[in-house]
C-alpha cells in the first residue's frame, strides 16, 4: 500500500492563548516550523505534554490558522482527547506532530465555494485566506447544528461567509446541503471545498456530480498514528483502500466510495 510512512518532525510547544469560541476551544501555541510548513487542509497529531500517559494516544486536528510563528487549533471537546487539549491553559505545553497530509490542491483558478459543517470548518479558515490570496473569488456555506457552535463562523473574518443552523438560532434554518445547488448554479463553475462530517461530504459529493462542478473533501477518519504506519484510517475508495493521513484527508470527491 503506497510509500513508506514519511518521518514528520515532533514539536513541543508552549500554549500562549487558550480562549472558548463559543462551544469550541480555540488555542494557539509556538510552532515556528509547522507554522512555515503548514498548508490549508494539512492537519497535526497532537497531545498534551507531560507525564500522563492519559490518553496515550495524540489525536488529529486540523491546522485552523497560522499567525507568524503561532499555529492555531480549534478544538470540539468530544471525548478523553479532545477535553485534555481543550483544558490546556497558557503555559501549559503541547506535543505536536506535523503538519501531515496532503491538504487542499490550489492549483484550480476560477470562484471556490467552501462547505464546512460543524469543527469541519476549523480547517477551512485557512484556506479561505489562502483561496482569497490567490484572487480567487471565494464564498463560504457553515452549517452547525446549533448557534453554541455557530459562532465560531466569526473566525473567517473577511470572508463571505452564509450560516446555517439545523436548529434556525443563527443564520437560515437548514442545512447546508439544501442551498448548495443554487450556490453552484450562481457561482458559474465554482471549485467546491469541503470539510465535516461523511453525510455531508456524501451530499456535497452527489450535488457536485449532479451539477458537474469538480469537488475536494477531507474526511474525518478515526486516526491512530497519522503517519500512514498502522492503517487504521483506511477508507474505502473507487480505487481500493486508501489512508486517509497519508493518501488524503483530501480526495477528489468522485473517488470515495460512499
Ligand atoms: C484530519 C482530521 C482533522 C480533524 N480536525 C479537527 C479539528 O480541527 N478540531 C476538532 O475538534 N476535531 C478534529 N478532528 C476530529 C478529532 O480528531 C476527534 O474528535 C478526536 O480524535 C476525538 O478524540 P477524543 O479522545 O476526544 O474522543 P474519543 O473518546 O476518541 O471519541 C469521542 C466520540 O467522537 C467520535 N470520534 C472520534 N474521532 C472521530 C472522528 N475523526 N470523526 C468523527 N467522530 C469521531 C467517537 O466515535 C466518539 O463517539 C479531526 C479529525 C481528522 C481525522
Redesign the pocket.
Known amino acids: 500500500m503506497g510509500d513508506l510512512p514519511i518521518p514528520a518532525s515532533l514539536h513541543d510547544c508552549p500554549v500562549v492563548e487558550s480562549r472558548p469560541v463559543g462551544s469550541?476551544r480555540l488555542v494557539s501555541f509556538v510552532a515556528r516550523e509547522v507554522a512555515a510548513l503548514a498548508r490549508p487542509g494539512q492537519?497535526l497529531m497532537v497531545r498534551a505534554a507531560g507525564y500522563s500517559l492519559d490518553?496515550l494516544l495524540p489525536?488529529?486536528?486540523?491546522v485552523?490558522d497560522i499567525d507568524s510563528d503561532l499555529v492555531k487549533?480549534?478544538?470540539?471537546?468530544?471525548?478523553?482527547?479532545?477535553?485534555s487539549l481543550a483544558s490546556l491553559r497558557v503555559g501549559d505545553r503541547l506535543s505536536v506532530l506535523g503538519p501531515l497530509?496532503n491538504g487542499f490542491s490550489l492549483t484550480g483558478a476560477g470562484p471556490a465555494l467552501i462547505v464546512g459543517g460543524g469543527?469541519g470548518a476549523?480547517?477551512l479558515t485557512l484556506l479561505a485566506r489562502a483561496l482569497a490570496e490567490r484572487g480567487r473569488h471565494t464564498e463560504c456555506l457553515l452549517g452547525f447544528k446549533t448557534r453554541g457552535q455557530a459562532v465560531a463562523a466569526e473566525l473567517f473574518r473577511n470572508a463571505d461567509v452564509e450560516v446555517f443552523t439545523e436548529d434556525g438560532s443563527m443564520g437560515s434554518e437548514g442545512l447546508i446541503s439544501e442551498p448548495l445547488p443554487e450556490c453552484l448554479r450562481r457561482m458559474e463553475a465554482a471549485e467546491i471545498f469541503a470539510c465535516g462530517?461523511d453525510p455531508m461530504l456524501a451530499a456535497v459529493a452527489r450535488t457536485a456530480r449532479d451539477c458537474g462542478a469538480s469537488a475536494q473533501v477531507?474526511?474525518?477518519?478515526?486516526?491512530a498514528c497519522g503517519v500512514g504506519a498502522c492503517q487504521g484510517?483506511v477508507i474505502k475508495t473507487r480505487d481500493g483502500y486508501r489512508r486517509?493521513c497519508s493518501d488524503g484527508?483530501v480526495f477528489p470527491a468522485e473517488e470515495i466510495a460512499w
Not at 489525536?59 to 486540523?62: I, Y
Not at 487549533?73 to 477535553?83: D, F, N
Open positions: 469550541y492537519f490518553p489525536r488529529p486536528l486540523g485552523h487549533i480549534l478544538i470540539e471537546p468530544v471525548g478523553r482527547g479532545t477535553m497530509g469543527i476549523a480547517p462530517p477531507s474526511v474525518a477518519a478515526h486516526m484510517c486517509a484527508p
